[in-house]
């Protein structure tokens, strides 16, 4: 099925440990997100790729590195991971310009990350 | 970040009846776009309804609509004939220009049999 592919679903942790979480999608699209999801708090972006070849940061950034590999893969990087990075993890992709840009994104299923 | 607030945390509603989810966001734009999503137990979210804010008509789809007011900066949500199968949270959201979406802290919606 078309869509965006996140993996794994859910991830244990030790306090200190890296991983990587990884995101594709097979849409064509330009523009890829990496959101998280804490309760209360609604998604907060990390960081995203407007297009290949380019990231930026978003709102919550600290602790977090990105790699978009090329137009369909992006990967979001814990190097030592806090007990204040459990949450959900949601990848997400879009079109980025003409009007499809205004149908908002498509999600993956999301990643559950506990970190101990 | 633009701030789009949802201030009503949990909802329920009879299976059947009508709910109304409030949310308001702020912004000095004029050009910009507004979603709710649906996120079911099954944690994927799910696209329910947009709008274009320089469109004055209020965008419905089937038992969805909403109530645009640009003025107020508000943009309300409407389930009629509520089902089991809307029992989720739902965001509301906010895209401008920069094709970043930002959220609210969503709302939590259970349908009661």
């Known amino acids: 099925n078309a869509g965006v592919t996140q993996t794994p679903k859910f991830q244990v942790l030790k306090t200190g440990q890296s991983m990587t979480l990884q995101c594709a999608q097979d849409?064509?699209?330009?523009?890829m997100y990496w959101y998280r999801q804490d309760p209360g708090m609604g998604l907060r972006l990390i960081y995203y790729s407007a297009s290949e070849g380019t990231t930026d940061k978003g709102e919550v950034p600290n602790g977090y590195n990105v790699s978009r590999l090329n137009k369909r893969e992006f990967s979001l990087r814990l190097e030592s991971a806090a007990p204040s990075q459990t949450s959900v993890y949601f990848c997400?992709?879009?079109?980025?310009?003409?009007?499809?840009?205004?149908?908002?994104?498509?999600f993956g299923s999301g990643t559950r990350l506990t970190v101990v | 970040a633009q701030t789009v607030t949802q201030s009503q945390p949990e909802m329920s509603v009879q299976e059947a009846e009508t709910v109304t989810l409030s949310c308001t966001y702020d912004t000095s734009e004029s050009n910009y776009y507004l979603f709710w999503y649906k996120q079911p137990p099954s944690r994927q979210m799910i696209l329910v309804i947009r709008?274009?804010?320089?469109?004055?008509q209020n965008a419905t789809e089937n038992r969805f609509s909403v109530n645009f007011q640009k003025a107020a900066k508000s943009f309300s949500l409407k389930i009629s004939d509520s089902q089991l199968g809307d029992t989720a949270m739902y965001f509301c959201?906010?895209?401008?220009?920069?094709?970043?979406?930002?959220f609210g802290a969503g709302t939590t919606v259970t349908v009661r049999a």
């Open positions: 709008q274009e804010a320089y469109k004055q």
């Open positions: 959201a906010f895209m401008m220009n920069d094709y970043k979406l930002s």
């Open positions: 849409m064509n699209h330009n523009s």
């Open positions: 997400a992709s879009s079109v980025r310009g003409g009007w499809l840009a205004n149908y908002g994104y498509t």
